[in-house]
C-alpha cells in the first residue's frame, strides 16, 4: 500500500478498510454475500461464483457491501454485541490478567487514595521521579531511545507520525501513542515502574504497556511542555459505533496527553 495506485483505488474507502474496519459490518455482509451467491448458484453455477467474487472484492475494497450497512449495524446492533468485537483483537495475555492497570498502580503504591477528594493521587515520590525522568528524555532521540529500551539496534526502529506515533521494530509494530508527549510520559513511566512493581519484568510487554499508560491518567502537567493540562469529554461517531471520548490535552502545546475510549 505504498503509494502504487491500481485501478481499484477508486472504489476504496480507507474510512472503512484497513485499521478501520468494522468488524460486524463486514460479517454481516459477507454472510448476505454467501446467501446470495448460493441462491444464484442454484439457478446457474457461474453466475453465481461471479457474484460472490464481486461481492467479495467490494467488501475488501470498500469494507461493506449494502449501502449503509454502518448506520444500521449502529442502529441495529446492540453496543454490548459490538463491544464483544472490539476485544477480539486483544492478545490472549491480557485475557489471563483481569486487573485493571489502575488496580497494580495501588496495589503497588504508586498512586493512593488522595487525602482531600475521592480519587486516586500519584505518590509524591513518585510524581518527582517520573518528572525528573521526563526531562531526561524530553530533547533526546524518541528512535533511539525507544531501541535502548527494546533493547534493539536503533536502525531497526522505525517511528511514524499520523494522528498518532506508531513504533515498530524490523516491521513489526510495538507500541502506538496518542503523540510524543504520550510515548514520552510513556518511556518514562516504565523506568519508575521497573523499581516499583512487584515482578514487574515478569509482566508481558503490552500489559506493562497499559499499566505504563494508565499513569498517564495521574499526570498533573503536559509531557511535553510543562503546561497546565485539561479534561475534555466528547462523543465520536466512527463506522458503526459511537464511542465516547475522554481526553487529557495540554492547554499549551496542545499535545494529547491520553484519550481513553469508552
Ligand atoms: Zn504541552
Known amino acids: 500500500m505504498t503509494g502504487v495506485s491500481s485501478p481499484l483505488d477508486r472504489f476504496r474507502q480507507p474510512e472503512y478498510t484497513g485499521e478501520n474496519r468494522c468488524i460486524p459490518c463486514t460479517t454481516v455482509n459477507a454472510a448476505i454475500a454467501l446467501v446470495v ?9 457461474l453466475v453465481g461464483t461471479a457474484v ?20 444500521l449495524t449502529k442502529r441495529y446492533v446492540p453496543d454490548w454485541l459490538l463491544a464483544r468485537f472490539d476485544k477480539a483483537d486483544l492478545e490472549p495475555d491480557d485475557v489471563d490478567v483481569p486487573e485493571e492497570p489502575e488496580a497494580v498502580l495501588l496495589e503497588n503504591a504508586v498512586v493512593h487514595p488522595c487525602v482531600d477528594v475521592d480519587d ?28 535502548a529500551f527494546f533493547d534493539v539496534k536503533a536502525e531497526t526502529v522505525d517511528l511514524t507520525v499520523d494522528d498518532h506515533v506508531t513504533a515498530r521494530v524490523d516491521g513489526r509494530r510495538v507500541g502506538r501513542w496518542e503523540s510524543d508527549a504520550a510515548m514520552l510520559a510513556d518511556l518514562a513511566a516504565h523506568h519508575v515502574l521497573s523499581a516499583r512493581v512487584a515482578a514487574w519484568e515478569s509482566i508481558p510487554p503490552r ?28 462523543t465520536v461517531d466512527s ?17 494529547t496527553v491520553l484519550e481513553v475510549t469508552q
Open 52 to 71: 460472490l467474487v464481486v461481492c467479495g472484492l467490494a467488501i475488501y475494497l470498500r469494507g461493506y457491501l449494502v449501502p449503509g450497512t454502518p448506520t
Open 239 to 255: 463506522c458503526c459505533r459511537s464511542y465516547d471520548v475522554r481526553a487529557i490535552t495540554c492547554e499549551e502545546c496542545s499535545a
Open 207 to 234: 500489559r506493562q504497556g497499559m499499566v505504563a499508560a494508565g499513569m498517564r491518567a495521574f499526570a498533573e502537567s503536559c509531557p511535553a511542555c510543562e503546561g497546565p493540562i485539561s479534561i475534555t469529554e466528547d
Open 37 to 45: 451467491s448460493a441462491a444464484v448458484a442454484t439457478l446457474n453455477p
Open 120 to 147: 486516586l493521587c500519584l505518590e509524591t515520590e513518585v510524581r518527582a521521579e517520573w518528572r525528573a525522568r521526563m526531562d531526561d528524555l524530553r530533547e533526546g532521540d524518541r528512535a533511539h531511545q525507544l531501541a
